[in-house]
């Protein structure tokens, strides 16, 4: 098979991340090369790049053999290269025919809209995809994954060569995601090219011919699909010794003095019955489905949900929470997993995000602020806390996944908590930035602080944890120690399959 | 009418045939068919109420009156559908009459004079245009100083002074009839039917729901959207500037105040008609169809003899009460669904 598409040596970077780095591949015709990686390895850019959304700082891209260039998303199109993005990219006010044919309406002598001729193509690539829709329906009365299924259409409606996948499949159900790679296949053997993105590896196996793997932004390399297995690709794609990325732990574990528990919390329909203590200094991970109740529990603790009951005990003292200002006051702190919508205030600088929580301490007794005693404070943390920063001036949506994080622990770090509540710690940040983290949790849990995370990742929370508890529909349903750590155990009380309530 | 109508019907005709109930549905979706409902209802209850209403005499007398407020809306929609606003439309109105009557006065023939003023009304436009999108600059922020910047340059332009005393062969565009009927009324009828058929049907004009609708998927999708919004921007100026040559020619001077609060009762009009301020949504024949209703309005609580201040307080609550009902049934279709 001859290489439709080359990529050499493509380079990007952003500030403070080198995003792609030097990254060479080739697509075959008519080959499905699906793309894995954890997150922050690259995948997205460097897709980016080959659809003309971001331009590269080095390296070439080749078509058959010939270079090009792409300035936008436009030249790339038209070139044969279309692109689904993560994000939907629809405009809801509109029907399903001028989502699909964005800008590209067929039009007559004096550049109007040829109404039927639109409404007829869009039928025909609705057809194709069994989809019974009126082409005038407008997007905003649409399912989610239908609006999925129409970005592709999107792309498909430019008559590519190649198309590129990112994550197709977040927002589908298994039915529709049988559809669509039926669609693919059938795509595929009318001689269409397929870059698919994809964190299921169950997918790669499903759907590709070739798999190719990235990590920190480095091509790690390609194999046959037939020819590999899942372990070898999760391999691949961490590629480093587990042990030195979370730290050493702190085996005193029996010798702890119990800093905080909660008993009997109950919010109807979301957990029910839940009870846990955690000791000084301890790393409790809270594991379980997306959708168990960890967030939730997390929040009700916190105060910001209500509870239907419970109690809380911190250092021996039974306290009442009912609002974060109340955990705030207690040292509570809870770190939320949505950090660009809740946790920080993007458009604000470091500084003024790190002294959030805490401005009551630095005001005068006519309670206006202290500016060189703020400074000082700040500038301390952001050195303790590695972040990394040209000023404490600048705005948090310009640093980078992992420094946005280190700046929400920062800001909390100031409250100096006897709790943290971290819900998806290294969401959205690369590979370095999370070895830091996770040394900062370890910190903090040896001044004695105790720290409860909530984590998809099961890795991460072995990693980490003392003690790892697994949740199951609202309820606890399984605890284990760290030397019994394992992926399956853990896994088979999360998912319901064993329960330690019930022995 | 609507070639969300029209159009959905006859490929609906072809694929699938549903009940008329069906059609009723979906047609009381759009707001210019509600909107269309309440005015014929309007109507009828006012012709009951006052014989006067359905006169010629009164009817001239609305459409005369929504020109200048009609003739804008038709630019303020497209713009705030493309995610644009324009505060400055009222200032503009003004500045190019005096501009125009200036030129006039000094002597210059009646259609060069016209022009100057239109080149006027462009180089705000472009000013608010660049200002925004090369920029970046909000447009609330943009065009609230470009508003009280023109006020203040017509004001040292005419010396304070309105500009008075303007020649037959320019005041005839206000003055002017044809079928009896003032030249206005027909200026108002064709830009409204043109601009909603260039709406509905020109490429290049459907661009803005896409720019309004999602910014960035519109650059995605090789839109030059810089580009659509500067000439919205200059689009909207052009028209503010024709309604203030309607006026300027219909009183035969130009004044310094008129246009003042205009702006606002534009975009209330637009919004009223289907419009959002958060853009991607809305139509010319609603936006006029917004207007038009304001007008009939003001001219029934005039025939009606009530108090002048009450208009503006009935104006207000229609307003609040439209969006309401855009909330609401949001709400109703995205529960169902």
């Not at chain 1, 019974?132 to 792309?155: C, F, G, H, W, Y």
């Not at chain 2, 246009?259 to 419009?275: F, H, K, Q, S």
């Amino acid at each position: 098979m001859e290489y439709i598409l080359q990529a050499e040596n493509l380079s990007k970077s952003f500030p403070g991340v080198q995003a792609v780095g030097d990254v060479s591949f080739s697509l075959r015709a008519g080959e499905i090369l699906a793309l894995v990686g954890e997150n922050g390895a690259g995948k997205s850019t460097l897709m980016q790049m080959l659809g003309g959304v971001q331009k590269p700082e080095a390296g070439h891209i080749y078509l058959k053999g010939i270079p090009v260039i792409f300035s936008s998303a436009s030249d790339a199109i038209h070139a044969g290269i279309s692109m689904v993005f993560q994000e939907l990219s629809l405009v809801n006010g509109l029907s399903i025919s001028e989502n699909i044919f964005a800008n590209r309406q067929p039009v007559g002598r004096i550049n109007n809209i040829q109404w039927k001729e639109l409404g007829q193509r869009t039928r025909e690539l609705l057809d194709r995809f069994n989809l019974d829709l009126d082409p005038m329906t407008r997007v905003k009365r649409l399912t989610m994954s239908n609006q999925q299924i129409l970005e592709i259409l999107k792309a498909i409606s430019t008559g590519p060569k190649i198309l590129i996948l990112d994550e197709p499949t977040s927002s589908l159900t298994e039915a529709e995601t049988v559809d669509l790679f039926e669609n693919i296949q059938k795509l595929k053997r009318e001689g269409m090219s397929f870059i698919y993105i994809t964190h299921k590896l169950g997918e790669v196996f499903q759907l590709a011919d070739r798999v190719m793997v990235m990590r920190d932004g480095k091509y790690v390399g390609s194999r046959i699909v037939k020819e590999v297995t899942e372990g070898d690709l999760v391999g691949m794609m961490v590629g480093r010794e587990i042990n030195d990325m979370y730290g050493a732990t702190d085996r005193s574990a029996s010798s702890r003095q119990n800093r905080f528990s909660i008993e009997g919390f109950t919010r109807k329909g979301f957990f029910h019955d839940v009870s846990f203590e955690l000791g000084q200094g301890e790393i409790l991970g809270l594991a379980g489905l997306v959708g168990a109740g960890r967030t939730e529990l997390a929040r009700s603790i916190f105060g910001i949900d209500p509870k239907d009951s419970g109690k809380l005990t911190l250092d021996g003292e039974p306290v009442e929470i009912n609002s974060p200002k109340e955990a705030i006051d207690q040292g509570i702190a809870y770190l939320t997993e949505d950090r660009k919508g809740q946790g920080l205030f993007m458009d604000m600088t470091v500084l003024e995000n790190l002294v959030a929580p805490v401005l009551k301490e630095f005001t005068n007794r006519f309670g206006m602020l202290v500016g060189n005693k703020i400074t000082d404070n700040v500038e301390d943390r952001i050195r303790k806390f590695d972040i990394t920063t040209p000023s404490a001036g600048q705005k948090v949506l310009n640093l980078s996944g992992g420094n946005q994080q280190k700046c929400m622990i920062a800001m909390w770090m100031g409250i100096d908590p006897k709790v943290v509540l971290f819900d998806e710690p290294t969401r959205g940040v690369d590979v370095g930035a999370r070895t830091e983290i996770y040394h900062k949790l370890r910190e903090l849990a040896k001044e004695g602080t105790g720290v409860v995370i909530i984590s998809s990742e099961l890795p991460e929370l072995i990693g980490i944890c003392d003690r790892i508890l697994a949740v199951h529909q609202g309820q606890i349903t399984g605890e284990v120690f760290r030397d019994e750590f394992s992926e399956e155990l853990i896994m088979s009380y999360a998912a319901g399959i064993k329960n330690q309530l019930h022995h | 009418m609507s070639e969300h109508g029209s159009e959905a019907t006859t490929a609906v005709k072809t694929l699938r045939r549903p009940g008329l109930v069906q059609k009723l549905i979906q047609l009381a979706s759009f707001r210019e068919f509600v909107l269309l409902l309440v005015i014929i209802a309007f109507t009828i209850i006012m012709t009951l109420v006052s014989p006067f209403f359905l006169t010629r005499l009164n009817i001239e007398a609305i459409l005369l009156a929504l020109s200048v407020e009609a003739t804008i809306a038709v630019g303020m929609v497209i713009l705030l559908i493309s995610g644009g606003l324009d505060l400055s439309v009222g200032s503009t109105l003004a500045f190019v009459g005096v501009v125009t009557g200036l030129a006039l006065t000094a002597g210059v023939s009646s259609l060069p004079s016209i022009l100057v003023g239109l080149m006027a009304a462009v180089s705000v436009g472009l000013l608010n245009g660049v200002l925004v999108a090369k920029l970046k600059i909000n447009p609330f922020i943009t065009t609230l100083g470009t508003m009280i910047t023109i006020r203040g340059l017509l004001l040292i332009l005419a010396k304070g002074r309105a500009v008075l005393n303007l020649p037959k062969s320019f005041t005839v565009i206000g003055q002017g009839r044809l079928f009896g009927i003032q030249y206005p009324v027909f200026v108002l009828l064709i830009i409204v039917i043109g601009g909603d058929l260039l709406l509905r049907n020109s490429r290049f004009f459907r661009q803005s729901y896409y720019i309004g609708g999602n910014e960035k998927a519109a650059r995605l999708s090789g839109i030059n959207v810089d580009l659509v919004k500067i000439f919205n921007y200059c689009l909207v100026a052009v028209l503010a500037g024709a309604a203030g040559l309607m006026i300027t020619a219909r009183f035969g001077s130009s004044s310094l105040t008129v246009g003042t609060g205009i702006e606002l009762r534009v975009i209330t009009a637009c919004i009223i008609g289907g419009a959002s301020l958060s853009g991607g949504e809305g139509s010319v024949f609603g936006a006029f169809l917004g207007a038009l209703f304001m007008g009939m309005l003001a001219n029934a609580l005039n025939l009606l003899g009530v108090d002048v201040y009450y208009q503006s307080f009935i104006t207000g609550l229609i307003l609040i009460l439209a969006v309401v009902f855009d909330v609401l049934n949001e709400r109703r279709k995205a529960s169902r669904s």
